[in-house]
């Protein structure tokens, strides 16, 4: 099994930056790709950025330029940097884990989510 455990959200002004934080425990060798996926209310929800193990990346064409998806000890810790956030960008996001080697799923293991809400 692994756990997975968000912090960095919040309320920002419209052209603000976040940085988002998830960290892995548990089975981490089985975890070949993380990412982070975000629900808007009376949304779906949607797959924001993931990353390989090997560091290939994939982005949501709605956040490409602004949302920097990265990894640090090897897939332990992945984080999202957002920078021009639009209120469009509102939602609970969520870190995912994935046994698969590529960046957009099926993700197998889910945090709890984290809150990010962007004033206009």
């Known amino acids: 099994q692994v756990q997975l455990v968000e912090s960095g959200g919040g309320l920002v002004q419209a052209g603000g930056s976040l940085r988002l934080s998830c960290a892995a425990s548990?089975?981490?060798?089985?975890?070949?790709?993380m990412g982070w996926y975000r629900q808007a209310p009376g949304k779906q929800r949607e797959l924001v950025a993931g990353?390989?193990?090997?560091?290939?990346?994939k982005s949501a064409d709605s956040v490409k330029g602004r949302f920097t998806i990265s990894r640090a000890n090897a897939l332990n810790t992945v984080y999202l940097q957002m920078n021009s956030l639009k209120p469009e960008d509102t939602g609970v996001y969520y870190c995912?884990?994935?046994?698969?080697?590529?960046?957009?799923?099926?993700?197998?293991?889910w945090g709890q989510g984290t809150q990010v809400t962007v004033s206009s």
């Open positions: 995912a884990a994935s046994r698969q080697w590529s960046a957009v799923g099926p993700y197998d293991y």
């Open positions: 548990g089975s981490i060798s089985s975890i070949n790709a």
């Open positions: 990353i390989t193990r090997g560091g290939i990346t």
